[in-house]
């Protein structure tokens, strides 16, 4: 028998057991860990509603139309979810009005808005593992140890930003675990299993980004990006299988319409391009069709016509039906088929409200002879553009589209004269055009043919709003002699070589202001100056090679934009050229047996599409660019020494790297500059043992995720609310009752079988740097941001002398692109005992370079590039991607008003204000608690606020502002818009016609003394409606005061010089109590006095007439009275003898006449007497 207690084990023992098992726990647990980040992955599909829980299915993001799950909340009778609350709200609170479909309905349906709706596609989440263990048992056991996805859903802003409000949103989801019900499984509790999350869309945008992380419970997988875009060129067939509206797919790669093959450029708009499409597949009408940016992709025969309309003004050699040029753009595809351009817009609901979509291609400018499809690759004012070279007759022309919610249009340009005639010259040829979309100019590079027929080229900017055109620069007609120099300063001084030079095309990051001009050379031009490089080729001497497209990556560190990328397949030598600045330039010569296109589809690491041949099986796959690689290769190629050891040769390599570590550290919180708007939901909690969520409970997630992006798009509003969160109206009435709830959940009451956490749906407005820089920063006026960069070095440098002194072996340098507009400082500090070095960057506005703007809307694009001296391709980092560059640290800077900025109405402090100032209040009769009364006879004092929607900060304006009111009406219904002229003379204080509305005691004005001046300070506005203005003698239309609506607009442009934010703020302002006008106040008086005395007039006739009248009554009513009393003598008479009975009646009859005389008589006596 063992005595009850504790064992008396000694104190030592039980020590080192513990330690001994720490260590086989822990040393399996560290190799399993980074065996897992090197192996494991998640994968991500959508699934449309019909598709949950099946094991293969995978969709395409086609169906944009919304679905009620108002039967699943319906079940939901004691929840926190306030259905009362969503029902009444108005169909105007939102957006537009959506198509929706039923849950299990194959009908669409028109309904309002007031009600919760879910989204028509689901995610589901796996990961997988190399290895023998199945994918569905490793998502078993992620599940049993706590493994939950986390998807991150990032919503791209829209290019009409006329029509959508710019604003840079993302939605956190938890993933919820659902049990497959396809396969019966009785061994196991669980069986299949994914996670699942909705897959939310918004109005105005077609581009997500899904990231996918784990909650740090289970194994550990590494964070994995996928693009989820929406395919407006499918659309669902009779069948409701999925078919293509451009064409037919193929489902058969060809080796012959890749190998040896020239690569082509994938061209699109940067960041807005749902669908990407590549052409140049020789002798086929088909294009490479993909909605998620190659992971899977599409071959696709068009369906064109591809007519033969060669002219004599149109010269064309031969006839091909390869797509020579293919540009996508947010909602249209364009490509070029000999010299017919085509455009293709796809089904959008979500971009536009009337349906713009092509049934066929439409064939533009059939009149004209197209040689080139150039794109442009940033939008601008709300547009996308493309451009059209031309030949033949309108040789010196350029066709400028314009692409606006998917309407196309094309103007010719330059307006008055071609390019030939306006730099005199009688015979040239436009090769290439780019246009700067924030300077409205076009550059184009023009060949000329000389009068002894020598060619050279020259760089022309044509200024599209003054219609100015010049000359940049005449590009020589030789390749200059670098004498081993990678990159050539060109000055008119260096020597030149007999190999001419020939471009190709032109590119223009507007990030940095560098201008590529590329060909059998790479020429860059950096403001004033133009530098070539030398080594577009296979040895250190130019040859007549070329570079015949060019990447562009505008977001990576990389200075400049690789050239031709390198092929494992290519037979010839690839050359490396390091930039200056960090740039690298890549070129390829010669045939290549593989297929390959630089398609850069993620933001800071570019990547490629390459056409592989593995065991006579040919494949086309997505694959980073081994920049990397590369450049490590020709390191370890040029940098070692053999040194010998005995009687061996001993290899060695040198580190030319001048640092060890490099890390940023004191990064600011990153909302505040990158103005990214986040919330968070989770899966509402199941009443489930396993913890898996059902068909229903996936629905009320759908629900709760579609409300609380619908609150987020009704927050955009005048009145600001008493709490600056838009989730503050969903549980202002329920927060009372969460304990109660969390009760019902705990003892598994719940309604339907789901506990909805209110905390669980909200907005974050606290997020955490990650020890790495942003994405891209905003700057307002004056504004800066800063961080840390910490280094440690490899060989400290002491200088001994009278003081101590520490050198710094390594310096930091900054690169801005433009300095006129921001400016960096750099503090040092060295760190002996460390051996490191610390510098403090601070990157600044220098309020020079932008005027005021709305939130968000034309933003001036510059960058800030941080490195170290001397590491530009020699520092390297070993990360689960490979090995990643190091030393050089790229921005991009956005200068001007950020977005998430805004100013709203502050109705509380008004209404509370106004109360103490006037020493009293009076609201409508009828109340509206969302837009409160003022009394027209009270002095009003308006507040706002500034309030920022991405860091929850919300305060008072101290700015000055400009107020008018520029429309009005009696009524809602009735409100019309004032035009300029009205707008002048009912706010201004220079009006002279008596048409003001109101006036203020201030004396500040605007420059040209029209407005008023106001402030947070000033002086309160008093109503005026003075004879000639629209609130002026109004019309009550009951017994109260005449009211009356005004629409305000508030904005500080041109008068506050703190910011460079132009809010505009419209709001209606009810006011009641206004005075009538003399004349229709006399005219109710008039009307009210006779109404008056002709009832007193009425009254006293009455009393005069009243016994006459009483008198009459008594006659008429005696008479009454004896007709009744005959009539039922004669109806109760016994008819025993008709004769006795006609003498009866007739004796009566007699009798009754006498007596009436007889009384009729005695009533004239007795009246004569009177």
């Known amino acids: 028998m063992f005595p009850v207690g504790p064992a008396p084990w000694p104190r030592l023992r039980v020590l080192w057991a513990l330690w001994a098992l720490l260590v086989v726990l822990l040393a399996p647990w560290r190799l399993w860990a980074i065996q897992e980040t090197q192996e494991c992955t998640w994968q991500v599909v959508l699934n449309n509603l019909e598709s949950v829980g099946k094991n293969d299915a995978i969709d395409h993001f086609v169906d944009q139309e919304l679905y009620t ?32 479909t039923l849950l299990g309905s194959g009908h669409l ?36 140890t706590g493994l939950k996805p986390v998807v991150l859903v990032t919503f791209q802003s829209p290019v009409n930003f006329h029509r959508w409000k710019i604003e840079q949103l993302q939605i956190q989801m938890e993933a919820a675990p659902f049990r497959s019900p396809a396969e019966r499984c009785d061994a196991e509790e669980m069986c299949l299993m994914s996670w699942y999350t909705p897959m939310p869309i918004k109005n105005g945008s077609v581009v997500m980004r899904v990231d996918v992380s784990s909650n740090g419970l289970g194994p550990f997988i590494p964070n994995k990006r996928f693009h989820v875009n929406i395919n407006g060129f499918l659309e669902r067939g009779r069948d ?79 006839f091909t039906a390869t797509i020579y040029d293919a540009i996508a753009t947010e909602s249209t595809l364009f490509i070029r088929q000999n010299q017919l351009i085509y455009y293709f817009t796809g089904t ?86 780019v246009f700067i979309a924030g300077d409205y100019n076009l550059l184009m590079l023009v060949e000329i043919v000389g009068p002894t027929s020598s060619k050279y080229f020259q760089v022309v900017s044509y200024d599209l709003v003054s219609d100015y055109l010049v000359v940049l620069y005449t590009i020589p007609e030789f390749i200059p002699d670098a004498r081993g120099l990678e990159f050539l300063m060109i000055l008119g001084t260096e020597s030149y070589t007999n190999f001419p030079m020939v471009p190709k095309g032109m590119s223009y990051n507007p990030y940095n202001n560098l201008l590529l001009i590329w060909g059998n050379f790479l020429l860059q031009r950096s403001g004033t100056c133009w530098r070539a490089a030398t080594r577009c080729t296979s040895c250190s001497r130019p040859r007549p090679g070329r570079c015949t497209s ?38 390829r010569h010669g045939g290549a047996a593989g297929w390959l296109t630089p398609a850069h589809v993620a933001r800071a690491f570019p990547l490629q599409l390459v056409y592989l041949i593995d065991n006579q099986q040919g494949r086309l796959i997505k694959r980073l660019m081994p920049v990397e690689q590369l450049l490590m290769y020709q390191q370890i190629s040029k940098e070692y020494v053999l040194e010998r050891q005995g009687s061996h040769l001993t290899l060695s390599f040198s580190n030319f790297c001048p640092f060890t570590v490099m890390r940023l550290q004191e990064l600011p919180n990153p909302q505040i500059y990158t103005r990214q708007e986040r919330y968070r939901a989770q899966p509402p909690h199941v009443l489930e043992p396993w913890g898996f969520h059902s068909e229903n409970s996936l629905a009320v997630y759908q629900g709760l995720v579609y409300y609380l992006l619908s609150l987020h798009s009704k927050y955009d509003k005048p009145y600001a609310d008493p709490v600056h969160d838009p989730t503050w109206r969903w549980w202002k009435n329920k927060k009372q009752d969460q304990d109660y709830y969390f009760y019902l959940a705990n003892n598994w009451r719940s309604a339907g079988g789901v506990h909805v956490d209110m905390t669980s749906y909200e907005k974050i407005y606290d997020l955490k740097a990650e020890n790495e820089l942003p994405e891209r920063i905003f700057l307002d006026k004056g504004t800066s941001y800063s961080f840390s960069v910490f280094l440690t070095t490899r060989k400290p440098e002491v200088q001994h002398g009278p003081s101590f002194q520490v050198l710094s072996p390594v310096d930091l340098a900054v690169v801005l692109a433009d300095p006129d507009c921001i400016e960096a400082m750099v503090k040092e500090k060295v760190l002996v005992n460390r051996n490191s070095v610390l510098f403090w960057v601070t990157l600044s506005d220098k309020r020079s370079c932008f005027d ?85 006879r009270d002095i009003f004092y308006p507040f706002f606020l500034i309030q920022d929607l991405v860091t929850g900060d919300s305060g008072s304006f101290q700015g000055s502002y400009v107020l008018k009111v520029v429309g009005g009406g009696p009524t809602l219904d009735t409100i019309k818009e004032y035009s300029e002229e009205e707008i002048y003379r009912f706010n201004s204080p220079l009006d002279k016609t008596g048409s003001l509305i109101w006036t203020t005691e201030n004396t500040t004005t605007t420059e040209d003394l029209a407005f008023n001046i106001m402030s947070h300070n000033s002086l309160g506005i008093e109503w005026l409606c003075l004879e000639n203005s629209p609130c002026h003698d109004t019309i009550p239309h009951n017994i109260f005061a005449p009211e009356f609506f005004f629409k305000v607009l508030v904005s500080n442009r041109g008068v506050d010089e703190s910011t460079y934010c132009d809010y505009q703020l419209t709001f209606l302002l009810h ?52 007709i009744i009393g005959l009539e039922s003598n004669y109806t109760y008479s016994t008819p025993s003898d008709s004769r006795a009975f006609s003498h009866s009646g007739t004796m009566s009859w007699r009798s009754s006449r006498l007596n009436s005389r007889v009384v009729y008589k005695g009533a004239e006596e007795n009246k004569a007497e009177t």
């Not at 971009?351 to 713009?356: G, T």
């Open 852 to 936: 005021q703007g709305i939130s968000g809307h034309h933003l001036m694009k510059t960058s800030m590039l941080v490195k170290v001296l001397g590491s530009s391709g020699h520092c390297f980092q070993n990360t689960n991607r490979g090995p990643r560059m190091q030393s050089n640290l790229m921005v991009p800077v956005l200068i001007g008003c950020p977005p998430g900025k805004r100013l709203a109405f502050d109705i509380t402090y008004t209404l509370q204000y106004n109360r103490v100032q006037n020493k009293h209040y009076f609201d409508c009769v009828k109340v509206d608690p969302e837009m409160p009364c003022f009394l027209f």
């Open 550 to 587: 060019a990447s562009r990556f505008f977001s990576s560190p990389l200075a400049t934009p690789p050239m031709r990328p390198w092929s494992p397949s290519s037979t010839k030598t690839t050359n490396c050229t390091r930039c200056q600045g960090g740039g690298m330039v890549w070129a």
């Open 348 to 433: 959008y609901t979500t971009l536009y409200e009337n349906n713009h979509g092509s049934e066929r291609w439409v064939r533009v400018l059939a009149n004209e002879c197209i040689k080139r499809l150039c794109p442009v690759h940033f939008h601008s004012n709300g547009s996308e553009y493309v451009m059209a070279l031309t030949t033949g007759k309108n040789e010196g022309y350029v066709h400028f589209g314009t692409i606006t919610d998917g309407l196309v249009s094309f103007k010719l340009l330059p307006r008055d004269r071609s390019v030939c005639n306006a730099i005199l010259v009688d015979n040239c040829s436009i090769t290439w055009a």
């Open 1071 to 1122: 006011i009641h109590g206004l005075p009538l006008s003399a004349r229709r106040a006399f005219l109710i008086l008039l009307v009210s006095a006779s109404l008056f005395v002709g009832l007193v007039i009425l009254y006293i006739v009455c009393c005069l007439l009243s016994p006459y009248m009483v008198k009459v009554c008594n006659i008429l009513r005696w008479k009454i009275n004896s």
């Open 109 to 144: 349906l028109t309904i309002s808005l007031q009600t919760y709706l879910g989204f028509p596609y689901y995610l589901k989440i796996n990961y997988s593992c190399t290895g023998e263990v199945s994918s569905e048992a490793l998502v078993r056991k992620g599940h049993l």
């Open 69 to 100: 799950v108002d039967k699943v909340f319906d079940l939901l009778v004691d929840a926190p979810i306030d259905r009362d609350e969503v029902r009444g709200l108005g169909a105007d609170e939102w957006e537009r009005p959506w198509s929706c």
């Open 240 to 318: 409701h299988e999925l078919q293509f509206t451009v064409g037919n797919e193929l489902f058969h790669l060809i080796p012959r319409h890749f190998v040896n093959v020239p690569s082509r450029p994938l061209w699109y708009t940067v960041d807005q391009t749902p669908v990407l499409i590549l052409g140049g597949i020789p002798e086929e009408k088909a294009i490479l069709l993909t909605d998620t940016n190659f992971k899977d992709f599409f071959l696709v025969e068009l369906s064109i016509d591809s007519c033969w309309v060669g002219s004599f003004y149109c010269p064309q050699a031969s």
